[in-house]
């Protein structure tokens, strides 16, 4: 079974969990780290979804899954798509509003959270090519 990978945000001492794989290995993947099995299945994305970002809110759980690993420019572009989710949620859950005051902090957060979610992309390449 595959991993979730964590990304830590330091400065929100928070975490988002990233899998790229199946839905039903990402729903084994969150009840081995610990979320109950009626919370994992809440995590159910369409068939053709290309991704999907979800916040379990009970267990505090940020989660942006792929079918697959991003390697098309479209995947990219729906990474970027699922990365927004998770940053506008993840900072109205801390009471930013995105305005033109907050919107440093949604930009710094998303090009942070790209940077991260692309390293584990690149180590998981070279992986393959060992």
């Not at 993947?29 to 979800?54: H, V, W």
């Not at 697959?68 to 572009?77: D, F, L, R, S, V």
Request: glycine content about 4%; overall charge negative; charged content about 30%.
């Amino acid at each position: 079974m595959k991993e979730l990978h964590k990304i830590s945000i330091p400065i929100y001492k928070d975490t988002l969990f990233i899998f790229f794989g199946s839905k039903k290995d990402c729903q084994q993947a969150l009840m081995k780290n610990g979320m109950c099995e009626e919370e994992a299945r809440c995590f159910n994305p369409s068939d053709t979804s290309q991704g999907y970002f979800i916040y379990f809110e009970k267990d505090g759980v940020y989660l942006i899954w792929m079918p697959e690993m991003p390697e098309k420019i479209a995947h990219y572009g729906v990474l970027v798509h699922e990365i927004f989710h998770f940053v506008y949620r993840f900072l109205a859950e801390r009471g930013l509003v995105m305005n033109d005051s907050s919107e440093e902090a949604y930009t710094y957060l998303a090009e942070y959270t790209f940077n991260e979610i692309d390293n584990y992309v690149v180590s998981l390449r070279e992986e393959k090519k060992e």
